[in-house]
């Protein structure tokens, strides 16, 4: 599903985060809902904004890692619903496991394109859940 991103009402930070705060409104029902949700966009057009909104103190993220892959674990994840910020700094085997582990609960994901989808086999790992893609346009 292609949805307009945060960043376009950048001219008015107001109306931004109102938005933002809106789009995590949707992705909360979503995942109480049962679904997964992959959220794609480029940089900077308001991923991490709407997964603090949707999922506030439970968004793993480890953009600040010195190392060239991040590593993530299934005892780092927060109880509840969760989300995972920029898929694509993270060790592929180690995200796979704890994908693979979480399979009763639902979360988001952001990532920076579509060809992660593919890299990291997310649509194959997930194909026996409810998911949903929004892309940030």
Excluded: W
């Amino acid at each position: 599903m292609n949805i307009t991103a945060p960043i376009h009402y950048r001219h008015n930070q107001k109306l931004m985060f109102v938005y933002a705060k809106l789009l995590a409104l949707v992705v909360r029902i979503l995942m109480k809902m049962g679904f997964v949700v992959l959220i794609i966009g480029h940089t900077r057009s308001g991923k991490s904004l709407i997964l603090e909104s949707a999922t506030p103190g439970k968004v793993i993220c480890k953009l600040n890692q010195a190392s060239s892959k991040a590593m993530i674990t299934v005892d780092e994840l927060p109880s509840g619903n969760f989300s995972i910020d920029e898929v694509a700094i993270y060790d592929q085997n180690q995200l796979a496991e704890v994908i693979e582990s979480v399979s009763n609960r639902t979360f988001a994901i952001s990532l920076q394109n579509e060809s992660d989808l593919k890299e990291y086999a997310l649509t194959s790992r997930l194909k026996s859940r409810r998911k949903l893609v929004l892309r940030l346009c």
